[in-house]
């Protein structure tokens, strides 16, 4: 790409228009996902220029997008022999993308809840609350924590594992000896 603008093909176009669209939904920036979505089809690093070419953003909103998805550990600065500009590029492999970023919202979003839920609970139990509230403060820090142990254990699994656990289906509840009305 390097020396000419490069204009996104209609494929490309929708992917990078949808995934910016289901940023808002997930509570990201529009251009923030829409500069993830180009960098990861793009086939080799982009630079800023680049970026702001293809997708008819200001320079600025680019700078910010490629500094909060390097923070989250999605995007990479690179250098491309002889050219002087900084280069990005996204992770490539799905799963590991996906590991990183629910890494970080369980980091910004479950952990700082379940502080507060476990906070509540210790809390209303020393009567400051009635029985339901002390109930259902209970049950959503047990949810919480139930979780986030899952969680934790899923993380480590390698990726053959998961798959084979996601392919199992229906297959999983009968391994586990569930029923419908279960």
């Known amino acids: 790409m390097g020396g000419h603008v490069k204009t996104l093909e209609a494929i490309e176009e929708r992917f990078v228009l949808h995934w910016g669209e289901m940023g808002t939904r997930w509570g990201i920036n529009r251009t923030v996902a829409q500069v993830h979505a180009l960098l990861y089809l793009a086939p080799k690093p982009l630079n800023a220029e680049e970026i702001v070419a293809a997708l008819g953003v200001a320079r600025s909103n680019v700078s910010t997008s490629l500094k909060e998805l ?3 550990g999605i995007v990479r600065l690179v250098h491309v022999k002889g050219d002087k500009r900084d280069h990005f590029e996204s992770l490539k492999d799905v799963w ?3 590991r990183i970023v629910l ?3 369980k980091k910004r979003e479950i952990d700082p809840t379940l502080a507060v839920l476990r906070e509540c609970v210790a ?3 020393k009567g400051k609350a009635d029985t339901h509230t002390v109930e259902r403060l209970r049950s959503m820090r047990d949810f919480f924590e139930t979780t986030t142990t899952w969680y934790g254990q899923m993380r480590q699994w390698p990726v053959q594992g998961l798959l084979k656990l996601f392919r199992m289906g ?3 509840k009968r391994v586990l000896g569930l029923t419908e009305a279960d």
């Open 70 to 72: 390097q923070g989250w």
């Open 170 to 172: 229906d297959k999983a």
């Open 103 to 105: 890494d970080e919202r």
């Open 123 to 125: 809390e209303a139990e």
């Open 96 to 98: 590991d993308m996906f």
